[in-house]
């Protein structure tokens, strides 16, 4: 039998309270069901998955296994945000920018101030870019190294310096040096690199000023945001089959009707839509590749010093499943992810550190 709220007079604000608590109810449940999102999965784990190196997805839809930190300090280098755990990457990105910083440094540049990199594992991080999910994008500041070693506090809240006007989105010339012009040409020059985002406004100073060989400025891409740091992006690396790379970048040198797009109205016009979710605040292990799974459940390697590059071809510790231990099968092939002991894939000419087990407990003590 159906009873409407009309035959019971005096009862609908009981019915409608009711109504309305089972309704919350529902919502209630609902979100206990639903699936967790991925940033939140990938942003809990506080070291990397021991596994060897192998990127998965692309760069702004994926994850990877067998990352490596990048020391808080270097003799060229210091790293900032320490609180946000992104100074992870695949091995070669870590070597690459301890190479850039003595490149960089020998050019006459005082030393990188070096920003995110990835989370342990990648993935969509809580806050933030889009990409860097597979441990191959790295920020560095255009800001260079103070000449003295920077407190954790100043790591966390000194401020980058803009180095383009948001008005005219053009550089602003008391700022820009010919130093910085050499870090970006040295940083293009490595084969590595794929390309570097930088603000529309940087890459027309440099298409503006360089002279003599321009080729390198292929790699330099013109892309929103960007004025106090430029993004360093290494294409997929050997042993990740299941990496998606980026389409090449263009012959030319970059400077003509594409980057004159960028100082008409258009690129800068109101966002119509300025409350949609971005991507990452409603992605789920749904939307990412199926090894994702198999990279949170991996275990944890022993500690952060035990994944931390060293440089030079220095050997690390690192944890290791029991050799013979075979892998769970990804999409039905037990061969999704190689059972190598570690994370380190050799490419001897960036010095990538070699893998060697942790001791046991009693050794030297």
């Not at 690192?318 to 037990?334: F, Q, S, V």
């Not at 490419?347 to 942790?358: N, Q």
């Given at each position: 039998?159906?009873?409407?709220?009309?035959?019971?007079?005096?009862?609908?604000?009981?019915?409608?309270?009711?109504?309305?608590?089972?309704?919350?109810?529902?919502?209630?449940?609902?979100?206990?069901?639903?699936?967790?999102?991925?940033?939140?999965?990938?942003?809990?784990?506080?070291?990397?998955?021991?596994?060897?190196?192998?990127?998965?997805?692309?760069?702004?839809?994926?994850?990877?296994?067998?990352?490596?930190?990048?020391?808080?300090?270097?003799?060229?280098?210091?790293?900032?945000?320490?609180?946000?755990?992104?100074?992870?990457?695949?091995?070669?990105?870590?070597?690459?920018?301890?190479?850039?910083?003595?490149?960089?440094?020998?050019?006459?540049?005082?030393?990188?101030?070096?920003?995110?990199i990835?989370?342990?594992?990648?993935?969509?991080?809580?806050?933030?870019?889009?990409?860097?999910?597979?441990?191959?994008?790295?920020?560095?500041?255009?800001?260079?190294?103070?000449?003295?070693?920077?407190?954790?506090?100043?790591?966390?809240?000194i401020?980058?310096?803009?180095?383009?006007?948001?008005?005219?989105?053009?550089?602003?010339?008391?700022?820009?040096?010919?130093?910085?012009?050499?870090?970006?040409?040295r940083?293009?020059?490595?084969?590595?690199?794929?390309?570097?985002?930088?603000?529309?406004?940087?890459?027309?100073?440099?298409?503006?000023?360089?002279?003599?060989?321009?080729?390198?400025?292929?790699?330099?891409?013109?892309f929103?945001?960007?004025?106090?740091?430029?993004?360093?992006?290494?294409?997929?690396?050997?042993?990740?089959p299941?990496?998606?790379?980026?389409?090449?970048?263009?012959?030319?040198?970059?400077?003509?009707?594409?980057?004159?797009?960028?100082?008409?109205?258009?690129?800068?016009?109101?966002?119509?839509?300025?409350?949609?979710?971005?991507?990452?605040?409603?992605?789920?292990?749904?939307?990412?590749?199926?090894?994702?799974?198999?990279?949170?459940?991996?275990?944890?390697?022993?500690?952060?010093?035990?994944?931390?590059?060293?440089?030079?071809?220095?050997?690390?510790a690192?944890?290791?499943?029991?050799?013979?231990?075979?892998?769970?099968?990804?999409?039905?092939?037990?061969a999704?992810?190689?059972s190598?002991?570690n994370?380190?894939?050799a490419?001897?000419?960036?010095?990538?550190?070699?893998?060697?087990?942790?001791p046991?407990?009693?050794?030297?003590?």
């Open positions: 039998m159906t009873i409407s709220m009309r035959s019971l007079p005096g009862r609908r604000p009981f019915l409608t309270a009711a109504l309305a608590i089972v309704a919350l109810a529902g919502l209630v449940a609902g979100a206990i069901t639903a699936e967790p999102r991925a940033k939140d999965l990938f942003g809990a784990k506080k070291l990397p998955a021991v596994a060897a190196a192998q990127s998965f997805g692309f760069y702004s839809k994926g994850c990877f296994t067998g990352g490596v930190a990048i020391p808080m300090d270097g003799q060229n280098w210091e790293v900032m945000r320490p609180s946000r755990n992104r100074r992870w990457g695949h091995p070669t990105m870590i070597a690459l920018i301890e190479k850039l910083s003595r490149d960089a440094a020998a050019d006459g540049w005082p030393g990188l101030l070096i920003g995110d990835s989370q342990p594992r990648g993935g969509p991080m809580l806050t933030g870019h889009a990409s860097h999910q597979i441990g191959l994008d790295a920020d560095i500041w255009l800001t260079p190294m103070p000449d003295r070693k920077l407190t954790t506090q100043e790591r966390e809240n401020s980058a310096t803009l180095m383009v006007d948001d008005k005219t989105h053009l550089v602003k010339d008391r700022l820009w040096k010919p130093m910085h012009t050499q870090l970006l040409k940083a293009a020059s490595y084969p590595e690199v794929e390309r570097i985002l930088v603000n529309p406004g940087i890459k027309k100073k440099l298409c503006d000023t360089v002279t003599g060989d321009r080729s390198w400025l292929r790699k330099i891409r013109p929103w945001g960007h004025d106090y740091h430029f993004h360093i992006r290494i294409g997929c690396q050997p042993g990740s299941n990496c998606k790379g980026q389409e090449a970048t263009p012959d030319d040198d970059g400077c003509g009707k594409p980057l004159a797009w960028w100082f008409t109205e258009e690129p800068w016009r109101p966002n119509k839509n300025p409350d949609a979710p971005k991507a990452r605040d409603v992605m789920t292990m749904a939307n990412l590749p199926k090894q994702c799974q198999f990279v949170l459940d991996q275990p944890d390697a022993d500690s952060v010093e035990a994944v931390t590059y060293r440089g030079g071809g220095v050997p690390i690192a944890r290791a499943p029991e050799p013979d231990a075979p892998l769970p099968p990804i999409n039905g092939n037990a999704g992810l190689p190598a002991a994370a380190f894939t490419t001897p000419e960036i010095g990538i550190p070699l893998p060697r087990r942790r046991p407990a009693n050794v030297g003590q």
